[in-house]
T-cell receptor, first 115, second 114 residues
Framework: SQELEQSPQSLIVQEGKNLTINCTSSKTLYGLYWYKQKYGEGLIFLMMLQKGGEEKSHEKITAKLDEKKQQSSLHITASQPSHAGIYLCGAYRPTFNFGNEKLTFGTGTRLTIIP | NAGVTQTPKFQVLKTGQSMTLQCAQDMNHEYMSWYRQDPGMGLRLIHYSVGAGITDQGEVPNGYNVSRSTTEDFPLRLLSAAPSQTSVYFC?????????????FGPGTRLTVL
């Protein structure tokens, strides 16, 4: 089973509407990344959350980290066609080698914006 | 500043063929890694390197080799391609490998093995 579960797996939203994507971890979160991916392109870094309760915003995208719930949410306000793509959350997992953490990813949420 | 570049963008191989996926970065990052992305599986780490001359295995290393002779380049070799290696491959770099270092990804190589 995946360490990071994203919901929903896909989302179709009318332009101008708000939406939320969730990322839930089965293990303790030490840091949570959000990336966006468009077809044929690599992952574009959106933001990183490191502390419980932390909230960051970039343009119309806001991400929050709930450490107790081991969960992060990504909220898009007044969605636009440019927001369409696949959103992935990623988290570091500490290994027995300190400072050698591995980044693992959720399976992604495919967002479609309807004009 | 090109960032992270990958070649080729697309490749079709026959079972048993070998090939090398190229990854280059001009950000002077020490840490480089290779991921594969498959439907329903997310991204999985294949191999990574913490600096020139140092490589280590990730989650799914079988069937792949890597080397890191320079800081800039981190090629991924498929020794004998199998249909199970059909995937999209991403190279990523970061200045370090701790939980506070952002990884930057290349555009990907889409590989099909027949």
């Amino acid at each position: 089973s995946q360490e990071l579960e994203q919901s929903p797996q896909s989302l179709i939203v009318q332009e101008g509407k708000n939406l939320t994507i969730n990322c839930t971890s089965s293990k303790t979160l030490y840091g949570l990344y959000w990336y966006k991916q468009k077809y044929g392109e690599g992952l574009i870094f959106l933001m990183m959350l490191q502390k419980g309760g932390e909230e960051k915003s970039h343009e119309k995208i806001t991400a929050k980290l709930d450490e107790k719930k081991q969960q992060s949410s990504l909220h898009i306000t007044a969605s636009q066609p440019s927001h369409a793509g696949i959103y992935l959350c990623g988290a570091y997992r500490p290994t027995f080698n300190f400072g050698n953490e591995k980044l693992t990813f959720g399976t992604g949420t495919r967002l479609t914006i309807i004009p | 500043n090109a960032g992270v570049t990958q070649t080729p963008k697309f490749q079709v191989l026959k079972t048993g063929q070998s090939m090398t996926l190229q990854c280059a970065q001009d950000m002077n990052h020490e840490y480089m890694s290779w991921y594969r992305q498959d439907p329903g599986m997310g991204l999985r780490l294949i191999h990574y390197s913490v600096g020139a001359g140092i490589t280590d295995q990730g989650e799914v290393p079988n069937g792949y080799n890597v080397s890191r002779s320079t800081t800039e380049d981190f090629p991924l070799r498929l020794l004998s391609a199998a249909p199970s290696q059909t995937s999209v491959y991403f190279c990523a770099t970061s200045s370090g490998n701790s939980g506070s270092d952002t990884q930057y990804f290349g555009p990907g190589t889409r590989l099909t093995v027949l």
